[in-house]
């Protein structure tokens, strides 16, 4: 079993709170920062073990933290972590990831690259971590600047749970051996080191420094969506396609559905391919009980009646098409929605004017092996999935980058799926960062010590 009460709380489980900040800074006083770190800002850290406690007093505002390597190499740590793309941070890493425009489309905080590190503060509301933040800030005093901050928020109402393009999110994750206490049907077991360093199923589980057991490197994404346009998109598609067994807006849905391989209400098109099954969504006994493979004659290489080989959910958990045996490229995703609803006005033009998306984050022990290679070796590889009668399926219609050319993806038309869409994304990368989220022990030594 883990030693929950060393794992900070946001990556086994998710601090799961209706708000979160991110609030990136810059060290600019490593003594100080050490030393209120240790006596002041420590026993406010959130563990595993304090989250999944039914029985303790909860704080009123979670709290975890994690840095760059810019920022461990300022705090005196520069031991060899084994992480290439950690050390060289996200910034450099930007092209290579598809994004359009790197720096001009990042916000400028995170472009400078002169975030040292972050404070992930979550509550049901704004006041706790307003005032946990102060506190924060006002015992670090000139010691740290900040560099950028990220405000989330659960969406409220009907789309409590949605993300902003309106479907159900998170349905799927992996279960942690050691620390999961039941398995749904079609969730795949992982070993602990898929998602902690130094624990089994780390590749590098005996190279790395003793301190970095129990610890997980953390992507940042702030991920803008393009709703208004996304939708009207979909029903400009869905005006073209014969299909006279369906309204217009009908026809939008199922092109919606198949582009994420869910339809809005979490129901896998795997299970229900035509028609929405609503119950299915948030049902975890059946949500995830698929593979993308049927019964013969279906053909698993061929057939896209179900799920188009570019739906999301297919390109970055590819199930039978990987023979339901990948576990090395999992990610425990610890995201949440920022900006506000679409307003009318938005709608009413189908123009984005205020700026709304996910701040993604993903935890794993290798970042390489996790966000990475999902993002480019998966999203961006128009021939993945290889071996199907399509030799390119395309992009990841969701996430898909491509810098600023457009993106295409085959299969989302159910009248044909030989019909490429080609289209601009509707997710632009707005920056990141690669981070590291250490054991409660390592944040005293070598961290703060
Ligand atoms: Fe995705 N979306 O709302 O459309 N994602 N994602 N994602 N995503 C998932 O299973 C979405 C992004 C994964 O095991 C669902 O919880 C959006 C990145 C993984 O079946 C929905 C954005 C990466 C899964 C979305 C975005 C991933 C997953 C279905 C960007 C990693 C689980 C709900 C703005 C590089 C797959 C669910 C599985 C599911 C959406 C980004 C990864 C609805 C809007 C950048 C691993």
New binding site residues.
Partial sequence: FLPLDEVQGDILIGMKKPKQLFFFYNIRDPKKFKQVLAKLIYPHITTTSQLICTTCPQPKALLNVAWTSKGLNKLNVFDNNLDPFFNMGQVPDANALGDNNPPQNWVPGLYMDKTDGVFLIASKDWAPIDSLLAQILSWLGSSIVEVHRLKGAHRTGAWEGH???G????????AVAGFATSIFPGQ?LILPGTILTGEIGDPLEFSRPGWMKWGSFLAF?Q?Q?FVPEFDNYLLHEASAIPDSSRTVQERADLLGARM???WKS?TPTDLAPNFDIPSIGPDFNLN?NFDFNHPAPFNLAADQSFCPFSA??RK??PRADEGNNNFAN??M?A?IPYGDDVTDVEWENNATKYER??A?V?YQSDIGSG?RF??VAW?NAVNFVGGKIDPTPGFDP??GQNGAGPIFSSGIDYTDPNHDLTFMSF?LSRGGEYLYSPSMSAILNPIAA
Avoid: C, K, M, T
């Fill in positions: 993300e902003h393009f479907f159900l999110d998170g349905i799927s994750q992996p795949s994404r991920l969506q994420i391989g869910r979490g995830n999301h959910i970055i958990r999992q990610i995703r995201g998306g996910l993604f993903s966000y999902q993002q999203a969701i996430f997710v």
